[in-house]
């Protein structure tokens, strides 16, 4: 069972700390006023490059109950949708996961998921579950500069066609509820090059490209797109053709946006 420790407001998002009987703190967000961004895992195994929730590695995974306790905690009467995009891979602590997925669509919730991919197998399986969107998390556009930010990841060729043969089993309308995401970080994989394949694969697989913006971290190397250039690489993958949507205010917050979520947070609070 969780624990809610503290709940951190500002004026959009809604964080929830929360305490596992094993004293390790975990994160969830409420904001948008209908979402909850849940997590799966005590820190992460894929240990990404510019996140701060992988930036020790996995610990363990949650629970069933530790995740649906999760949304028990929160302000489920204003909750009409969850999406997995806190703290872990939900594809690494797959068996839970699955499980609070049906248990919160049971209770007509929509679910959602940010997921890096990896493994495949369980990408295939999830693809197939009547979720109610996937966003496929690439953030480089060749296996090599993918691995080092994502250094537990899937062969970028082999999930890529793994994710273009569901997509193209789909119907157009039934197609907008995928995405793939795109993590712009400063001098890192922002060149015109990447962003012109980046176009070219988000064509090939016929789906819109989230371009997020990189939250700066204590202990994390790497610097945010400025907003001009931020904007520019929007506008250049919408010349390309590509339907592309920019981070949103909830995620670009301190408090709960993209890849800030962690454990043991109040050290980086006052930073
Ligand atoms: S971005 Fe997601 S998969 Fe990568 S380390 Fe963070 S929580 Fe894990």
Redesign the pocket.
Known sequence: MLKVKDVINDQLNKLYELETTDSYTIESVFYRGNTLCVSSQVG?????A?????MNGLIRNLSFEEIIDQYENSDKENITNITFA????PLLNWDNVKKAFFYFKEKGLKVSF???GFPVKNFKELLNLPHNGITL?IHAVNEEKRKKL?PKSADFDKLIETFKQHLDKLSKRKKKSYSIAYLLIKDVNDSNEELKKLAEIAKYLQVGVSLLKFNEIEGINFKTTPDEEYEKAFLFLKNEGVKVTLSNKYRTRKIGGC?T?MINRLKFLNT
Not at 44 to 48: D, K, M, N
Request: charged share 10%; aromatic share 10%; with cysteine.
């Open positions: 992460c195994p894929v240990e990404c510019f996140c701060a929730s992988g806190g703290i872990g891979e940010y997921t890096t998390s994502i890849g979520l």
